[in-house]
């Protein structure tokens, strides 16, 4: 199946495409139009972009729905090739704070990742403060105030009594410190924890680590939920679309196995056609392209001597210097995000249909349509994050038993069973079936 510029003049059978057949032509279209987005044909993006919007929906099956946030990704792209009219075009839109930080506790409140990435990261901070007596935790990400309620609680049942606890939470909204503020300091002064609350209002990548204000004598420990990614983009990156050098299709005229899931789909679909070549695979280079915001982000964070360091990511190549490499590795990672809403709440779900456009939908766009110093959602692999802090002088402290343990026996909790808890490296890996999701890993400086 071709797109071209005569196929369109007869689109009624496109409405009546069965569920899988739409699916796998929805693939075709996606992939036909990002090449032609990455070779600057818009033309034919053009087209191609005219056929998905007849299949494509927001409140579809899954696949419709991936596409739909795919296809307003690849548009986007286009239009920042024209700055003036991209301008014009988001000149009124208003970004409501509220609303995001709304749509972000539904995002832990549906999902179960966040949750588990929170009893991890408090199981491997009781046990690497044990003993101690004044301890300061530096929270890169301070948005949920329940993760550090219930270390307030597990402190508290310490045999040798509470530490005095000092929590620095860094945020670029005031608001969402304040909050944060006032719930601790509730929770603490219920328990009769000695306890200090410090605002930093920042966004990472222009924090001042001299104002996390480290003194002699605390046990530092510090927690990263979904930032350092952020770090990775640096200044002398291009910012103009990068050409594709290789053109992927999609086989459409065999058979289509039953599939339990997009993702399952997906990874036989694209297996054959769009898996990224051997010269686009590497992905990012690392350090040697001169990720200098990282490095030296990283080299203050040692310099501060933490006991331990927590950090969870999204565990995907989100990250690869061509259009085509982050379009296909992309749409595997949020296919699996998408089915595990499509197993959780129904399509007509307003909560769901916010999730996937507020917060899936625009680390999408930001994944396809930007490029340079704008593009934030560079997620990677959890080897990656192995080597970078390696070289800035962390080793891995292996999570421990029962970490692992509270981990599974939290998504035991869950009715869905998708959700699974692998063991890499002495690290915790979340999956949505055998598709890894998010990771967390433990490290500490090396003397």
């Known amino acids: 199946m071709s797109v071209s510029p005569s ?38 993006a053009n087209i191609a972009l005219d056929h998905i919007s007849q299949l494509a929906s927001p409140s579809g099956d899954t696949m419709q729905r991936i596409a739909s946030y795919f296809t307003e990704a690849l548009a986007d792209r ?34 179960p990742f966040l949750k588990v ?29 329940l993760q550090w309620r219930a270390l307030l609680q597990d402190l508290s049942a310490r045999p040798e009594g509470p530490p005095h606890l000092r929590i620095t939470g860094v945020h670029q909204q005031k608001e969402v410190l304040d909050q944060m503020a006032h719930v601790l300091t509730q929770e603490a002064e219920k328990l009769d924890i000695p306890f200090q609350f410090n605002q930093v209002v920042s966004r990472l990548e222009n924090l001042d680590v001299e104002k996390l204000r480290v003194k002699t004598g605390e046990a530092l420990a510090i927690s990263s939920v979904m930032q350092l990614h952020t770090l990775l983009a640096h200044d002398n990156e291009k910012k103009s679309p990068l050409p594709s050098k290789h053109s ?21 679909d694209m297996a054959n056609g769009c898996s990224p070549s051997n010269d686009t695979a590497s992905s990012s280079p690392l350090c040697s392209t001169g990720s200098t915001k990282i490095d030296s982000f990283l080299n203050a964070l040692w310099g501060l001597s933490p006991k331990v360091m927590v950090v969870t990511e999204q565990d995907s190549n989100h990250n690869g210097t061509t259009l085509m490499e982050r379009l296909s590795e992309s749409l595997h990672f949020y296919a699996a995000l998408f089915d595990c809403l499509e197993s959780t709440l129904p399509r007509t779900s307003l909560e769901r249909l916010k999730v996937e456009k507020m917060l899936l ?4 766009r930001n994944i396809i349509a930007c ?37 599974r026996r939290l998504l035991q909790s869950y009715s869905c069973e998708g ?10 890996v979340i999956c949505w079936q055998d598709r890894a999701l998010f990771s967390v890993s433990s490290w500490r400086c090396r003397k």
């Not at 239009?79 to 972000?104: F, N």
């Not at 992927?248 to 036989?268: C, D």
């Not at 990656?384 to 802090?389: I, L």
């Open 7 to 44: 196929f369109g003049s007869s689109n009624q059978w496109l409405k009546e495409l069965k569920s899988e057949e739409r699916g796998l032509y929805l693939i075709h279209l996606l992939l036909a139009c990002a090449n032609h987005v990455a070779a600057g044909s818009l033309e034919n």
């Open 78 to 111: 286009i239009l920042r090739s024209w700055p003036g009219l991209y301008k014009a075009l988001r000149s009124t839109k208003l970004s409501v704070v509220s609303e995001e930080i709304l749509v972000r506790k539904m995002f832990f409140e549906i999902f």
């Open 117 to 145: 990435a929170f009893v991890v990261t408090n199981q491997a901070i009781i046990e690497a403060m044990e003993g101690e007596k004044m301890v300061h935790i530096v929270d890169l990400n301070a948005a949920e105030p």
């Open 248 to 268: 992927n299709g999609v086989n459409l005229h065999r058979a289509l196995v039953n599939q339990n899931t997009l993702g399952e789909f997906l990874e036989k």
């Open 361 to 364: 939908g625009e680390e999408i």
């Open 371 to 407: 490029e340079g110093i704008e593009r934030k959602e560079r997620h990677e692999k959890l080897e990656k994050w192995f080597q970078r802090f390696d070289t800035s002088g962390f080793g891995n402290v292996p999570l421990s038993y029962y970490a692992m343990l509270q981990a």
């Open 419 to 428: 959700y699974k808890i692998k063991e890499e490296n002495g690290c915790v």
